[in-house]
Antibody, heavy 119, light 99 residues
């Protein structure tokens, strides 16, 4: 139901743009936030940021200066842009659906897309 | 922020697995299972509610800011890394190996 797409290889200092396509559901629900997570090889997942249907965004403070999330409800897609990529950004990037409640948990995940930063 | 223990657990089929996660914030936590090469899968939310399709061998509990995921009778298919999550943070994970 969620599918990430984008380049698998990015050069250092370039920007990464990823798309998450939502199928079998709608972005237009106030019950959810749409989230990007990344996971470097052998490490725990890391929260990148989240966006609501209304465009409210929350970003990981460590990435805030380089990250931007957006969405297009007509295309059922949401997007990640991460600028000034370095080797430390090499990871598998997942898009997920977050159930927005007191608990906040992610019930649907894309399969992930592997991104390597290398010249 | 989220401290998971132990780092690794090696068990035989049918044994009980007890995974811990110590948090510092809200009383709510989620648990995920991640098998090699796959995305994490939601197991438990609200500390103790099983997600859709999760067998009742998996259970979650809480005592203050200490959370526990229990697998009552482990199966070889349970070999995975288990993460706890709260707000925008994940624990470091517990690797469960079923011999």
């Amino acid at each position: 139901r969620l599918q990430e797409s984008g380049p698998g290889l990015v050069k250092p200092l370039e920007s990464l743009s990823l798309t998450c396509t939502v199928s079998g559901g709608s972005l237009s629900s106030g019950s959810y936030f749409w989230v990007w997570i990344r996971q470097p090889p052998g490490e725990a997942p890391e929260w990148i940021g989240s966006i609501s249907y209304g465009g409210t965004t929350f970003y990981n403070s460590s990435l805030r200066s380089r990250v931007s999330l957006s969405l297009d409800t007509s295309r059922s897609q949401f997007y990640l842009m991460l600028t000034s990529m370095t080797a430390a950004d090499t990871a598998t990037y997942f898009c997920t659906r977050l159930v927005y409640s007191v608990a906040n948990y992610m019930d649907v995940w894309g399969r992930g897309t592997k991104v390597i930063v290398s010249s | 922020l989220l401290a998971q223990s132990p780092g690794r657990l090696s068990l035989s089929p049918g044994e009980r697995a007890t995974l811990s996660c110590r948090a510092t914030h809200s009383p709510y936590i989620a648990w995920y299972q991640q098998k090699a090469g796959q995305a994490p899968r939601l197991l438990i939310y609200d500390a103790s509610t099983r997600a859709t399709g999760i067998p009742d061998r998996f259970s979650g509990s809480a005592s203050g800011t200490d959370f526990t995921l229990t697998i009552s009778r482990v199966d070889p298919d349970d070999s995975a890394v288990y993460y706890c999550q709260q707000l925008g943070f994940f624990g470091g994970g517990t690797t469960v190996e079923i011999k």
